[in-house]
């Protein structure tokens, strides 16, 4: 099942999700419809509170990157086949450089802005069965995990840039808000009349 993305503006963005357990009620149906709803968006990532629950759930699929012609072919073989599912995880460590992308996030529609991060991190999470994992992530792989991290922590890309291009956003956030703008797939606005 599709379910609505929430758009810039609704709170539960806004939220520091909370731990879940296994007994988290239908947790395998909210998965596979996040994973639909993420491929059918052609996300690279969806965090529980973009479809409107506070929880520590996201997920990855790394697969449209590996459509890039600007990367090597291990790092192409690599992200085709990085798809998880993200319980509860931590951030270990960031090392490494810092590192210029220009992302993107379903919430934002539209909107794409050079944000900085380190490209090197240490995590630990619960997959889909609950087993404890540890992984090195680098370049792209990374950079999803830390947009998802920030968003169980109530953060978003936007958060990031300077000042002055917060201004001169301000007004498409607005009108995302409002739902006064164009896009392809299932959303919900939270200022919508
Ligand atoms: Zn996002």
């Known amino acids: 099942?599709?379910?609505?993305?929430?758009?810039?503006g609704d709170p539960t963005l806004r939220k520091i999700g909370k731990e879940i357990d296994k007994d988290f009620s239908n947790l395998p149906d909210l998965i596979e419809n996040m994973t639909e709803t993420m491929n059918q968006?052609?996300?690279?990532?969806?965090?529980?509170?973009?479809?409107?629950?506070?929880?520590?759930?996201?997920?990855i699929d790394a697969s449209p990157f590996a459509e890039s012609d600007e990367l090597d072919e291990a790092e192409i073989n690599f992200l085709k086949d990085y798809k998880?599912?993200?319980?509860?995880p931590e951030i270990i460590s960031e090392e490494g450089?810092?590192?210029?992308?220009?992302?993107?996030?379903?919430?934002?529609?539209n909107i794409n802005?050079?944000?900085t991060r380190?490209?090197?991190i240490i995590v630990s999470y619960l997959d889909e069965n609950f087993e404890q994992q540890e992984e090195t992530l680098t370049g792209l792989a990374a950079r999803i995990f830390q947009h998802e991290y920030d968003h169980i922590e109530g953060i978003?890309?936007?958060?990031?840039?300077?000042?002055?291009?917060?201004?001169?956003?301000?007004?498409?956030?607005?009108?995302?808000?409002?739902?006064?703008v164009e896009v392809s797939y299932r959303m919900k606005f939270p200022k919508a009349k």
């Open 1 to 8: 099942m599709i379910l609505p993305i929430m758009a810039y």
């Open 41 to 59: 968006a052609n996300g690279v990532g969806l965090a529980a509170p973009q479809i409107g629950k506070a929880i520590r759930l996201f997920l």
């Open 84 to 88: 998880r599912v993200i319980i509860n």
């Open 97 to 109: 450089e810092d590192w210029v992308f220009n992302e993107g996030c379903l919430s934002i529609p």
């Open 113 to 115: 802005e050079d944000v």
């Open 118 to 120: 380190k490209d090197t």
């Open 156 to 180: 978003l890309f936007t958060d990031k840039i300077s000042s002055l291009k917060k201004r001169l956003l301000k007004k498409k956030l607005e009108n995302i808000s409002k739902g006064k």
